[in-house]
């Protein structure tokens, strides 16, 4: 891109703009900090004054408590790490053979028509049906959590590219045909980069899923991890736990789309669309 | 005169579901070497198809399509690849040749410069209007220096203004390039301020109904719409189109 650089000076329309736009951004801020302020706050005061019983909402200083004595027995990071590793590679996995597969998938006209039931149905099936199954195959270990996260977000990823792929612009790749491209310039010139925006929605969408899927897996068979405190303080009746690990997974579920936007950012950097 | 292209009793069938269309059917004629040739056909008609064929993107059902060099293909709209840059957009069919010596790339690059693209190389084909934008389409064209351009009313999505302009512009860079050209278009005076040689169409199934040269002294496009015989020949395809 050309970046002309002027020596910028604005009329003072365009000042006034730019000045009610920094308050917009300044007030929307605040607001939601404040939100979440008052909500934290109100939780900690109702407790606080026996308006509700923290046995059974916890709150948030017991979460900070319940957070920080995790710390001291060196467990907290054991179970952050098991569950962030099973997510992060579950996603990974999922996100690397479903896009290997949409582009088979696009390349074979028959073999795409072969293999759409199969999708059709795997996609419908809800996958915590395969937990038994699952359990049986790969024990209650980390590779069973693996397992589920992948299948989650695997058809996902599938049909999501392969819709972008089959969906590119039929003007272009003629315009392509003519020039003599084979299949292989066709796909590297033209169907992955224009389903680029695609791709990155699919990040976003299968962030999600893998988070479903490793949460999922670990309710139905962990030792170990977010979900598995989640569960366990539910059994035992710890509401403080298992506040405590949502509010641990709401973090890094956060930071973890966060990386994607970042990503994001990046890749479409340099393609003014 | 070198014979460029020629379609023999050409016809061509889509085949769906559905059932079949027939599109092109006992369709002939040819392009010489450096002429410009415009066909006119109602809408539907099969013109897409016929430059398909000439292309070498369909094969023909029945007859045969002969075809000496290269073919140039410039659509009706750009279809400049948005995330490359414009140089990036001109160089493409070189890419896909699989031979972007520096000397083709300073080729096209040239050509670039020398109908006033070379400000927008580097920019982005959303960056450029939409006069800029065919007109870089048809440098890309251009680029891997085809025998002959295949174009498919490619002015129309341009609003009245631009058009003219641009008409003007592929025109002068096309003869000054000394390039054969097939024009597709449903707009009579587009062809005629444009072409050698009119071919009219006939509805679907298209063939070749009428054929005229057209002695025009002058290439202008713009002047050639001042000329008195400009409106005779309007009337004259006006009719053949639609009688
Ligand atoms: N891929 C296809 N499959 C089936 N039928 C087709 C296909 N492409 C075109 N046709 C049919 O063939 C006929 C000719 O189409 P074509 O696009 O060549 O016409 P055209 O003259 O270019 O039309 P237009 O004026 O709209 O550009 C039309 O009736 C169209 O419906
Ligand atoms: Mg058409």
Redesign the pocket.
């Known amino acids: 891109m050309k970046h002309k650089r002027y020596e910028i000076s604005y009329s003072e329309e365009h000042l006034r703009f730019l000045k009610k736009r920094r308050l917009h951004v300044g007030v929307v801020w605040s607001l939601r900090v404040g939100i979440l302020l008052l909500l934290i706050g109100f939780w900690e005061l109702s407790t606080a004054v026996g308006w509700a019983d923290a046995f059974l909402v916890s709150s948030p200083s017991r979460i900070v408590k319940t957070i920080a004595g995790l710390y001291q027995d060196g467990t907290l990071f054991y179970h952050i790490g098991t569950t962030l590793w099973e997510t992060a590679a579950g996603f990974a996995i999922s996100v690397v053979l479903g896009y290997g597969i949409a582009l088979l998938l696009w390349w074979s006209e028959t073999v795409r028509s072969v293999l759409e039931p199969y999708i059709v149905v795997l996609n419908a099936l809800p996958k915590i049906a395969l937990g038994p199954l699952i359990i049986i195959w790969f024990g209650t270990g980390s590779k069973a959590i693996l397992f589920m996260t992948v299948i989650v977000g695997l058809i996902v990823a599938i049909m999501h590219m392969l819709t972008a792929f089959v969906s590119t612009d039929k003007n272009k790749l003629l315009l392509l045909r003519s020039m003599g491209a084979n299949k292989w310039q066709i796909l590297s010139k033209l169907v992955v980069p224009s389903s680029l925006a695609s791709f990155i929605s699919m990040l976003k969408v299968n962030v999600g899923m893998a988070w479903i899927g490793s949460i999922m897996g670990e309710y139905i068979v962990s030792r170990a991890g977010l979900g598995y405190l989640i569960v366990y303080g539910g059994q035992v009746f710890k509401l403080d736990l298992l506040m405590a690990a949502t509010v641990i997974l709401c973090f890094f579920a956060a930071l973890m789309y966060f990386l994607v936007a970042m990503l994001e950012k990046l890749l479409v950097k340099n393609t003014e669309n | 005169m070198e014979e460029i292209l020629r379609f023999t009793d050409v016809g061509y069938i889509?085949?769906?579901k559905r059932g079949e269309?027939v599109?092109?059917k006992g369709l002939s004629f040819s392009v010489e070497k450096g002429e410009f040739v415009a066909i006119i056909?109602?809408?539907?008609?099969?013109?897409?198809?016929?430059?398909?064929l000439a292309a070498g993107l369909l094969a023909p059902s029945e007859g045969e399509v002969t075809r000496s060099g290269r073919c140039g293909y410039m659509l009706?709209k750009d279809e400049l690849f948005p995330w490359r840059t414009i140089e990036k957009n001109i160089l493409l069919p070189l890419e896909i040749k699989g031979k972007l010596q520096q000397e083709q790339k300073e080729h096209a690059c040239s050509l670039a410069e020398k109908y006033g693209l070379s400000d927008y190389l580097q920019s982005y084909p959303s960056e450029l209007s939409g006069g800029m934008r065919q007109r870089a389409a048809l440098i890309r064209t251009l680029a891997a220096d085809p025998d002959v351009l295949l174009l498919?009313?490619p002015f129309s999505a341009l609003d009245y203004q631009t058009r003219l302009n641009v008409t003007k512009d592929v025109a002068h860079i096309i003869r000054s390039e000394q390039k054969t050209a097939l024009l597709?278009t449903?707009d009579i005076s587009e062809a005629i301020s444009l072409a050698d040689r009119v071919l009219v169409?006939s509805s679907?199934p298209?063939r070749v109904t009428h054929a005229h040269s057209l002695q025009f002294e002058e290439p202008d496009p713009l002047k050639r719409r001042e000329k008195g015989e400009f409106s005779e020949w309007f009337e004259l395809l006006w009719r053949e189109l639609n009688g």
């Not at chain 2, 056909?41 to 398909?52: E, V």
């Open positions: 889509y085949h769906t269309t599109a092109i056909g109602p809408s539907g008609c099969g013109k897409t198809t016929l430059l398909s009706q498919d009313e597709i449903h169409l679907r298209a």
